[in-house]
């Protein structure tokens, strides 16, 4: 299992394709989301115990959009609740791959981890299963953004009372000011962590047309619109945020 430094875009591109999730990814995603998402670990790590507060006996806790299984993982080291089964999906071939490796190796390290399924599935074309906690880790801003309220609509339908979505994002925002400053701070933070000028640009470029986040206000009113009955916004650090939605 390789864990590579990101240089993905580190040699000028003559033209940048569109950011996938394949292989070349996969080797290096553990770097580059840590190098790239502001408060990445430890939003992951309280992941974990906020859904041991929500995880209910007995009932599918959903890593959507799982990657290499990073949140899979805080779930099964926090929550206790017997019988519980943590489902990670994930659309990526080369991504689910690695993640099943990842797991094995999570068991071979730790007893009395929560029982895993990996599926490589399309989670807009997934039926749920009735869950207590749904966790979608830096996902729905690759959901086409016309897409997003049904599949929440579907989300909020599988969760079971006393249970929550756990929804993280990167945020754009109305007031210009603040997204200048807040951009400007999101490259700061690349560059603090080694990201070139051209690397920087070539993944902009890359990411544009497939990651297009939208506003906290239109994730709150779209949550509402979904049928939770409450969004509280728990954890932001500069532009990316994550907040709990209540059934
Ligand atoms: N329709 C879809 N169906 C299933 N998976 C999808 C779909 N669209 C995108 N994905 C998958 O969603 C993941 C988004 S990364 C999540 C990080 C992880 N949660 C983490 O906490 O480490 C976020 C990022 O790279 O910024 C990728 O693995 C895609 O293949
Ligand atoms: O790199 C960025 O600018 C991002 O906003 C986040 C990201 C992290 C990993 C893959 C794609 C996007």
């Not at 599918?60 to 489902?87: E, F, K, N, P, W």
């Not at 297009?212 to 206000?217: G, N, S, V």
């Amino acid at each position: 299992m390789s864990k590579e430094p990101d240089r993905l875009f580190a040699q000028p591109l003559e033209q940048v394709p569109d950011f996938v999730f394949n292989e070349a990814v996969v080797q290096v995603f553990p770097d580059m989301i840590k190098r790239s998402v502001p408060g990445y670990p430890t939003i992951v790590e309280n992941l974990g115990v906020l859904a041991a507060r929500f995880a209910q006996p007995n009932t599918a806790l959903y890593d959507l959009g799982a990657s290499l299984g990073a949140v899979t993982q805080a779930l099964r080291r926090h929550v206790r609740a017997d019988g519980c089964q943590v489902i990670a999906v994930d659309n990526s071939a080369a991504m689910v791959e690695r993640c099943r490796q990842y797991l094995t190796a999570q068991d071979s390290m730790f007893q009395e981890l929560l029982p895993v399924q990996v599926l490589e599935a399309d989670i807009l074309t997934l039926a749920l299963q009735p869950a207590s906690v749904v966790a979608m880790n830096f996902t729905l801003q690759f959901i086409a953004p016309e897409q997003r309220l049904e599949l929440l609509g579907c989300i909020r339908q599988a969760l079971l009372p006393g249970g929550a979505l756990i929804l993280s994002e990167k945020l754009r925002f109305e007031d210009e000011e603040q997204q200048l400053l807040l951009n400007e701070l999101h490259l700061d933070f690349k560059r603090a962590n080694g990201y070139s000028e051209l690397e920087i640009a070539q993944k902009r470029s890359a990411i544009e047309h497939v990651m297009k986040p939208d506003t906290l206000q239109t994730h709150e009113q779209r949550l509402l619109a979904a049928g939770f009955s409450k969004v509280v916004p728990w954890f932001q650090c500069l532009n990316f945020a994550s907040l709990i939605a209540l059934p």
